[in-house]
């Protein structure tokens, strides 16, 4: 896997989030507030995840030509990575990977809520578009760097102790998450 280029599409991607504070405030008032600019930071997003994650599962399965959400949660659960783990963004608390640890792994329950909007948009396109919103975008990002995150810390051991973006690690903290 190149770590490198998962690490450096999500920088470009969170600067382009952040980017769009200059339109709209990163604030509870406008975080349904959707857009073309979240429908391609989503799109884009997931894209990546998709990407990170077949990765992930080709490593252990090298022979297996295509991989589903399904496996991506079996995959994930089996690198021992925190699905309980709390990322921090702005003023925001997120548990982008909970449901996999409250819900049974083969439910759609157990799936993001961002990833099942994420399929919507992208299955049904205009009609669904109304998804596109600031809320599923850092849901998004958050996910991904969540992914980042703890492949780091479990396969290279570094804790991404250089990034100083918008997104952080909160570790198991007992707080309640925004949404």
Not at 67 to 84: H, S, T, V
Not at 103 to 110: I, M, P, Q
Request: net charge negative; aromatic share 18%; charged share 25%.
């Amino acid at each position: 896997m190149n770590f490198e280029y998962y690490v450096n599409y999500f920088k470009m991607l969170e600067d382009r989030l952040q980017s769009t504070e200059r339109y709209v405030a990163f604030d509870e008032d406008n975080i349904s507030t959707f857009s073309v600019e979240y429908a391609s930071i989503i799109n884009e997003c997931c894209a990546l995840i998709n990407g990170f994650c077949y990765d992930l599962c080709k490593n252990r399965r090298p022979d297996k030509k295509e991989f589903f959400m399904n496996d991506y949660k079996r995959e994930i659960l089996k690198n021992n990575y925190n699905a309980k783990e709390y990322i921090g963004f702005d003023k925001y608390i997120l548990q982008p990977w909970g449901s996999l640890v409250k819900f049974s792994l083969e439910s759609k329950e157990s799936t993001p809520f961002w990833w099942l909007r994420y399929n919507d948009v992208k299955h049904a396109g205009e009609t669904k578009f109304k998804e596109s919103t600031l809320k599923n975008a850092i849901s998004c990002l958050a996910g991904m760097f969540w992914l980042l995150y703890n492949y780091d810390l479990n396969q290279m051991g570094t804790k991404m102790s250089n990034w100083h973006g918008a997104f952080f690690d909160m570790g198991n903290c007992d707080k309640e998450i925004s949404w």
